[in-house]
């Protein structure tokens, strides 16, 4: 018997689009389906923002709507959020991977939910912070999973499930320490082979670690110096994610164009937040690879040169003694 293997891909949106439902809510959707808090005495909310100190339990509802003409059966399950390391976005744990924080507090009433065509359902979730919970900021999110798996054509097929999840910033009550750092930065210079010949680029790529235990919304400056102190660039990076969760850190990079072709000076990107300014820096020599070439000939020829004086300086010792 001829079987297939599905690949189980885990597509999980959590773009604030539209209300779904409940005109005055905000809610995560992909279209077909949407998720987000049910609505409160305190009025409707975008997200589960929520407070706790630990060792106490929360409870609140989820709503899921259905916006297709036929049924829909979905998977509830808690998820720990974290930062993508392709652009820093906010995405969730899959129901495979492991929970370690919201994740693994949230407890839907029900796992399992199916919705009517066209309308919605609430269901209760309890949160229990535990006793020996870090204070901070853990970020997760409730997620509802499409049991239906969209197979693909062929001898191995791929199949995909999709899920939504509505936002969760949970604080655990206690100390907040705001940490960040700018770490390994780099420089990658592409230059002409002959000088003026051309424009020189570079790629600045460095990393943003939030040591901390609180979301930071960080700003980037990069600035540039060259020989004496000349400024060659100040500008401030626009491709920074909105928030970076506690303990998480991304890759990014930056194109400058215009580099110089001929200079020797320092890169320095510095980042800032709520209470926090760190900095990252990095030198480099521009040279056109002609000229590259020229400093490192002439450089292998002193060194030739030195080791010949030497070998004939211990000869001629040799030969007085």
């Given at each position: ?129 535990p006793e020996d919970a870090e204070p901070g900021d853990h970020p997760g999110a409730v ?179």
């Amino acid at each position: 018997m001829h079987s297939k293997l599905y690949v189980l891909l885990l597509v999980t949106a959590l773009t604030l689009i539209g209300a779904v439902a409940a005109p005055a809510a905000r809610a995560a959707e992909n279209g077909e389906w949407a998720v987000y808090p049910a609505a409160s005495q305190l009025g409707s909310r975008p997200y589960f923002y929520l407070s706790a100190d630990p060792g106490t339990t929360l409870k609140d509802q989820v709503t899921v709507a259905n916006k297709t003409g036929a049924p829909l059966t979905f998977r509830l399950y808690g998820a720990d959020a974290y930062n993508t390391e392709r652009d820093g976005g906010f995405a969730v744990r899959t129901s495979q991977e492991k929970q370690t924080g919201a994740g693994a507090w949230i407890k839907p009433e029900r796992s399992r939910v199916t919705v009517p065509p066209r309308s919605a359902v609430t269901v209760p979730y309890t949160l229990t912070v535990p006793e020996d919970a870090e204070p901070g900021d853990h970020p997760g999110a409730v997620v509802a999973l499409d049991e239906r798996i969209e197979a693909g054509t062929g001898s191995v097929a791929v199949g995909v499930q999709r899920a939504v999840g509505a936002r969760v910033y949970l604080r655990v009550n206690g100390p907040t320490v705001p940490a960040l750092a700018v770490e390994d930065v780099t420089l990658d210079q592409d230059r002409p082979l002959v000088p003026g010949a051309g424009t020189s680029t570079a790629v600045v790529s460095y990393t943003l670690h939030n040591r901390g235990n609180v979301t930071l919304n960080p700003k980037v400056a990069l600035r540039a110096e060259g020989v004496f102190g000349r400024t060659l660039l100040a500008r401030d990076l626009a491709k920074i994610p909105s928030e970076l969760l506690p303990r998480q850190k991304i890759r990014l990079s930056e194109r400058w164009t215009g580099a110089p072709q001929f200079d020797w000076g320092e890169v320095t990107l510095t980042a800032t937040a709520k209470d926090v300014r760190e900095s990252g820096r990095a030198s480099f020599l521009a040279l056109p690879w002609l000229a590259a070439g020229v400093v490192l000939v002439g450089g292998a020829v002193a060194l030739i040169a030195l080791r010949v004086r030497r070998v004939q300086a211990g000869r001629a010792g040799s030969a007085a003694d």
